[in-house]
């Protein structure tokens, strides 16, 4: 019997201090066997004749298939990446695209939501992930990730591999931080990105990782990501803390992780600028991989990242990066502008076109109950609003946020000190909009919304 990669799968025999019956999804092929990746997080090394495929949702009793989620995803997909010709595909355990297609696993079901009998897909949390997932991967579309073939400019670094992963972690930082931006308004778009990327960092413990450099990186990742480590969000992970206290020898003598870490965060922070195009994110990413390569060294190039991280290749676009100098060429990054603006237009969809797509899946009865696809941006035209009303129901929303914004605040004062905010800051970037929307210049709004008090 032989497996493919992201096959749900249960265990016939006790394997490795996990019981027969234990169910996880094949990763990769290893020899003759597989690495199952179990429900824990951890990976084994299976043989394929102690494994069984599970491949419904009824063999499981929970989670949502990518069938029952590919009508929400197909309408999701063309909401954000509209007319440009993008694959949706299952079978990859953990969501990728090269920029072409887009890859999901067969199955989610981290979440142990149990359906009533008859109940579909539409208010599983497991779609939400499927949703959160899709939205990230096309972000890196939308935002030009895929426009960039680095594959020759990354030889240049003693690692080449870790440059690219370096290189994904400032992409998805940068991404996510544009897709919240764009869509502020549109809470059934930001709200499946940001639970994703916070149940994975939730999931994710980093004390089971035993190279400190992996360790680092992935805790930079969750930080820069989410707004939060791993440890922040488990108050039962320990490690952290410790971790972070730990020395190491840097050119300037003897420093501890937490002062790199710091140091880090604040360079991956930088590509939070709404004008950020991927050739700042390489620029960000090469200082990043300096520093860990003056605290890591020959390490740096043994370093294996965990197999649930997603390394994206880069490499399929028409603007070919080979020397150092094409990341300030300016004829380098006119090309990329041209094609962005080519690919934007073909991104801009009409609500009324999607509107419509949904119609025909729902008389078709593709669409699940209880699923509400994404309405369009709230208007600009606050017109037939008086002023009062307009102020009332700024006020609100701004009560709203700052109840989020202080949960947020209360947790930092239990975080380890040194951290900085690394949350994207919705509040000010909401007053911001609004007040450009009511004819402030941009420069003005800016000036407000940044001396805006808390109160
Ligand atoms: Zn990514």
Same mark, same amino acid.
């Given at each position: 019997?032989?497996?493919?990669?992201?096959?749900?799968?249960?265990?016939?025999?006790?394997?490795?201090?996990?019981?027969?019956?234990?169910?996880?999804?094949?990763?990769?092929?290893?020899?003759?066997?597989?690495?199952?990746?179990?429900?824990?997080?951890?990976?084994?090394?299976?043989?394929?004749?102690?494994?069984?495929?599970?491949?419904?949702? /009824?063999?499981?009793?929970?989670?949502?298939?990518?069938? #029952?989620?590919?009508?929400?995803?197909?309408?999701?997909?063309?909401?954000?990446?509209?007319?440009?010709?993008?694959?949706?595909?299952?079978?990859?355990?953990?969501?990728?695209?090269?920029?072409?297609?887009?890859?999901?696993?067969?199955?989610?079901?981290?979440?142990?939501?149990?359906?009533?009998?008859?109940?579909?897909?539409?208010?599983?949390?497991? !779609?939400? %992930?499927?949703?959160?997932?899709?939205?990230?991967?096309?972000?890196?579309?939308?935002?030009?990730?895929?426009?960039?073939? +680095?594959? =020759?400019? @990354?030889?240049?670094?003693?690692?080449?591999? +870790?440059?690219?992963?370096?290189?994904?972690?400032?992409?998805?930082?940068? @991404?996510?931080?544009?897709?919240?931006?764009?869509? &502020?308004?549109?809470?059934?778009?930001?709200?499946?990105?940001?639970?994703?990327?916070?149940?994975?960092?939730?999931?994710? =413990?980093? =004390?089971? &990782?035993?190279?400190?450099?992996?360790?680092?990186?992935?805790?930079?990742?969750?930080?820069? +990501?989410?707004?939060?480590?791993?440890?922040?969000?488990?108050?039962?992970?320990?490690?952290?803390?410790?971790?972070?206290?730990?020395?190491?020898?840097?050119?300037?003598?003897?420093?501890?992780?937490?002062?790199?870490?710091?140091?880090? !965060?604040?360079?991956?922070?930088?590509?939070?600028?709404?004008?950020?195009?991927?050739?700042?994110?390489?620029?960000?990413?090469? *200082?990043?991989?300096?520093?860990?390569?003056?605290?890591?060294?020959?390490?740096?190039? #043994?370093? /294996?990242?965990?197999?649930?991280?997603?390394?994206?290749?880069?490499?399929?676009? *028409?603007?070919? !990066?080979?020397?150092?100098?094409?990341?300030?060429?300016?004829?380098? *990054?006119?090309?990329?502008?041209?094609?962005? #603006?080519?690919?934007?237009?073909?991104?801009?969809?009409?609500?009324?076109?999607?509107?419509?797509?949904?119609? *025909?899946?729902?008389?078709?009865?593709?669409?699940?109950?209880?699923?509400?696809?994404?309405?369009?941006?709230?208007?600009?035209?606050?017109?037939?609003?008086?002023?009062?009303?307009?102020?009332?129901? %700024?006020?609100?929303?701004?009560?709203?946020?700052?109840?989020?914004?202080?949960?947020?605040?209360?947790?930092?004062?239990?975080?380890?000190?040194?951290?900085?905010?690394?949350?994207?800051?919705? !509040?000010?970037?909401?007053?911001?909009?609004? %007040?450009?929307?009511?004819?402030?210049?941009?420069?003005?709004?800016?000036?407000?919304?940044?001396?805006?008090?808390?109160?």
């Amino acid at each position: 019997m032989s497996y493919n990669i992201g096959d749900v799968v249960k265990l016939t025999e006790d394997v490795s201090g996990y019981e027969k019956g234990t169910k996880g999804i094949i990763t990769k092929e290893c020899g003759e066997g597989y690495h199952v990746k179990c429900p824990d997080g951890e990976f084994i090394h299976v043989e394929p004749y102690v494994l069984e495929k599970v491949d419904s949702r /009824e063999e499981e009793g929970y989670g949502v298939t990518f069938d #029952e989620a590919s009508p929400i995803l197909s309408i999701e997909k063309l909401g954000i990446l509209g007319r440009v010709n993008v694959g949706l595909h299952s079978g990859n355990p953990v969501p990728n695209t090269d920029g072409k297609a887009i890859y999901l696993p067969q199955i989610i079901s981290f979440i142990k939501y149990k359906r009533r009998k008859g109940e579909n897909a539409g208010n599983d949390p497991n !779609l939400t %992930l499927y949703v959160g997932s899709l939205f990230h991967e096309a972000a890196h579309i939308r935002y030009g990730s895929f426009l960039i073939d +680095i594959s =020759d400019y @990354v030889q240049q670094f003693e690692s080449p591999e +870790i440059m690219r992963t370096i290189l994904n972690i400032v992409e998805d930082v940068r @991404v996510e931080y544009l897709f919240k931006k764009e869509f &502020i308004d549109d809470p059934k778009r930001v709200k499946p990105l940001v639970q994703t990327e916070r149940y994975l960092v939730k999931i994710m =413990d980093t =004390d089971n &990782i035993d190279s400190d450099f992996t360790r680092l990186i992935v805790m930079l990742t969750q930080k820069a +990501i989410s707004g939060y480590t791993h440890g922040e969000l488990n108050k039962k992970t320990r490690g952290e803390k410790k971790f972070l206290k730990k020395k190491y020898k840097s050119p300037e003598g003897k420093r501890s992780y937490a002062e790199l870490f710091v140091e880090l !965060l604040d360079e991956v922070e930088q590509v939070k600028r709404a004008d950020a195009t991927v050739f700042d994110s390489i620029e960000i990413a090469e *200082r990043i991989y300096r520093k860990l390569h003056d605290a890591f060294g020959d390490e740096l190039s #043994e370093a /294996e990242m965990p197999e649930t991280m997603t390394q994206h290749s880069f490499d399929t676009g *028409r603007i070919r !990066l080979e020397r150092k100098e094409d990341i300030t060429s300016e004829d380098k *990054r006119s090309k990329f502008r041209k094609e962005y #603006e080519k690919q934007k237009k073909r991104m801009d969809v009409k609500q009324k076109d999607i509107e419509k797509e949904i119609e *025909r899946m729902r008389e078709e009865g593709e669409l699940p109950e209880g699923y509400e696809p994404p309405k369009p941006k709230s208007p600009k035209n606050k017109k037939g609003r008086n002023v009062g009303d307009y102020v009332k129901w %700024l006020i609100n929303k701004l009560k709203g946020m700052r109840g989020d914004k202080q949960k947020q605040e209360d947790n930092k004062q239990s975080q380890i000190s040194g951290f900085s905010g690394a949350d994207f800051d919705p !509040l000010k970037e909401f007053v911001r909009r609004k %007040l450009e929307e009511r004819g402030y210049s941009p420069q003005k709004a800016e000036e407000i919304a940044n001396n805006l008090n808390p109160e």
